[in-house]
């Protein structure tokens, strides 16, 4: 294994030298307190050959008209261009929603972390199973959460070395506590900040499972990127700018909302008890010490769709080369062996429902996405990529039948019916199944 040199957040203040609040308890405190026109874009289009495109914008109309969300934006594409661009409702006071409107992407981040991270495995510096530690030390300090004394957490060693496939795959034994409980009363009891704080601090979650024994959703990701940026050299936004951002054209896509975005933010919304739509504040944290690859994004519908249509054109988009089609192939593969996709049962039902897409299929991860095992009749077929931002930015991109999909907003709770109900109608419009 090579030496690798200092980290880009060596130099930076330790949690010792600065004070960070309370992210999670001011964020669930507050979703706990919280008691249309539609437009088609002129976005160069290819032909969808479906006809699909009056389906689509009916679908984002009804759904703002039912009172689905405030804004709906969807976006599908393939290889070779844009099929469809549209929108309806208000993304802000004054201001309708657009493909263009700016978005915090939340957990679309995790997509392109592992993408950066499959960069450098393409060059040879890291490989997929890499251990974590080797790269980044403090990672052994993790341990497996077994049980408490009183209020002091029982840990162990974990039984083997958690590799850069398990971050990328969340096999890693790293959950977040809005789908675990057990790790928001740690989290609690030893008052260690939550991950949306932005702290190193905030990056040692216990392991809840050890490593490549079960699927389950958390904060890998954030610490692959930290690999990323010790092994490169480079702060992850400058790794991402260079190789993925500037390359793909995507201008509108950042670690910060930048002068030139600011005017395009969309709000954000929360549904109260009442079911009516109140205002949220929410947003990654804005000069953390660390970007997690978790969460750090900003971006806009058609700039992830750049991104997407990056992998239908197996590594490459107007003529710039991300990765090898060799590379796209090994990274779209199942990497969870036989583990399987487990039920995400929510802790936290004012930010996030129970997720389980497709219910019974067979479900596992690639080393970027979650990927389906088998067609689901009149929508997307086995092998296709997929994942979601916590206020409801989904996509999904299917290679066997060339197409790439977008539905987003920004309300929470994540995949609550109603928003999970307007996915599924815009999925099967995009297939012709309207």
């Given at each position: 294994m090579k030496k690798f040199e200092r980290s880009a957040h060596d130099d930076l203040p330790t949690d010792e030298d600065r004070p960070f609040h309370s992210a999670r308890r001011d964020f669930l405190q507050q979703a706990a307190a919280i008691g249309a026109g539609a437009a088609l874009y002129s976005v160069p289009l290819v032909s969808s050959a479906r006809g699909s495109e009056p389906a689509l914008q009916k679908v984002l109309d009804d759904c703002v008209a039912a009172g689905r969300a405030p804004f709906f934006i969807g976006m599908t594409g393939k290889a070779s261009g844009i099929t469809f661009a549209g929108a309806s409702g208000d993304a802000a006071p004054g201001m309708k929603a657009a493909p263009d409107t700016v978005l915090r992407i939340f957990s679309m981040t995790k997509g392109v972390g592992s993408t950066a991270a499959m960069i450098l495995i393409e060059q040879g510096k890291m490989d997929f199973d890499t251990p974590v530690q080797d790269v980044l030390p403090e990672f052994a300090e993790i341990g497996v959460l077994e049980g408490w004394d009183g209020d002091k957490p029982k840990m162990r060693a974990p039984k083997v070395k958690a590799t850069a496939r398990h971050l990328a795959t969340h096999t890693s034994g790293l959950e977040y506590e809005f789908w675990r409980g057990e790790v928001a009363e740690y989290l609690d009891k030893t008052k260690r900040p939550s991950i949306i704080a932005g702290t190193k601090a905030a990056m040692f979650y216990p392991m809840m499972t050890d490593p490549g024994t079960r699927w389950g959703y958390g904060p890998s990701v954030d610490w692959l990127g930290l690999m990323v940026e010790k092994i490169s050299g480079q702060r992850?936004?400058?790794f991402l700018k260079q190789n993925l951002f500037e390359p793909l054209g995507m201008k509108d896509t950042d670690v910060e909302v930048r002068p030139h975005m600011q005017a395009r933010l969309a709000g954000v919304k929360a549904r109260g008890a009442d079911g009516n739509f109140g205002d949220f504040a929410l947003a990654p944290p804005s000069n953390p010490e660390v970007y997690g690859m978790g969460h750090a994004l900003y971006s806009t519908t058609q700039d992830y769709m750049r991104f997407l249509r990056m992998y239908l054109n197996k590594g490459a988009l107007d003529g710039k080369r991300i990765l090898k089609e060799s590379s796209v192939a090994r990274m779209l593969e199942n990497h969870m062996g036989p583990l399987k996709f487990d039920k995400m049962i929510t802790a936290a039902p004012p930010i996030t429902a129970d997720f389980d897409p497709f219910g019974s299929?067979?479900?596992?991860?690639?080393?970027?996405?979650?990927?389906?095992?088998?067609?689901?009749?009149?929508?997307?077929?086995?092998?296709?990529?997929?994942?979601?931002?916590?206020l409801n930015t989904h996509y999904w991109f299917d290679p066997t039948?060339?197409?790439?999909?977008?539905?987003?907003?920004?309300?929470?709770?994540?995949?609550?019916?109603?928003?999970?109900?307007?996915?599924?109608?815009?999925?099967?419009?995009?297939?012709?199944?309207?």
């Open positions: 992850i936004d400058a299929t067979t479900k596992t991860h690639s080393f970027g996405f979650l990927r389906n095992e088998a067609d689901i009749p009149g929508r997307r077929r086995a092998g296709s990529q997929s994942w979601a931002g916590v039948a060339d197409l790439a999909g977008l539905i987003t907003t920004q309300t929470l709770p994540f995949v609550e019916p109603p928003f999970m109900a307007a996915y599924e109608a815009f999925e099967k419009a995009a297939y012709g199944n309207a």
